[in-house]
């Protein structure tokens, strides 16, 4: 319904619309965005901002990550110097970072010997990707690996393999092994 009105306005009424002040629509875009906002969630952005020890003091629960909060307020800073699109691509930005570098210590690995020490699993899971790789590597050192079994399993029950990065971390983690 919202459409249809917007393509009347558009095709039929433009003449009509042209003889209202600019003004008039400035103030119904203010009034649409301040009812818009939920006032009760910027407190709630703002509380996850302040150190745990004064949100205890002022008894704020807070349930947004920081790292969102500094994102949207980014957003909306940029929108207010630059425009939307430039935000938004900002925004996004931020946000691939901030999910990169916390997906780089998501990668676990557990070591389990057998009980007769023929052999040993691996377990690993996290993502496995770009940002990830050169540190799964680095977690299987060439020294320990020389004192490992001859049988080695590597299980990736848990593991997300997302890239071709992560799969040739594999490759050479296979390389190095044989």
Known sequence: LAGLTMVVIIFGAYPIVNFIPLSAFA?????????????????????ALLPESMRDALHLDYKIPRM?????LTVTVVILVFDLAIAVCAGVLI????????????????REPSDNGES?????????????????IEIFSLEEI??????????LEGAEVHDSSGM????RLHDRFV
């Open 146 to 155: 020389e004192l490992d079994p001859e049988d080695v399993i590597i299980m």
């Open 68 to 72: 969102e909060v500094l994102i949207m």
């Open 120 to 136: 040993v699993t691996y377990n690993i899971s996290g993502p496995l990707f770009f940002a990830t790789a050169q540190n799964f």
């Open 27 to 47: 103030g119904i875009m203010f009034y649409a965005a301040h009812n818009l906002v939920e006032y009760r969630s910027i407190l709630t952005g703002l509380a």
């Open 95 to 110: 946000a691939v970072f901030v999910y990169v570098w916390d997906s780089s210590a998501r990668v676990v690995v557990e």
């Open 168 to 171: 040739f971390a594999l490759k």
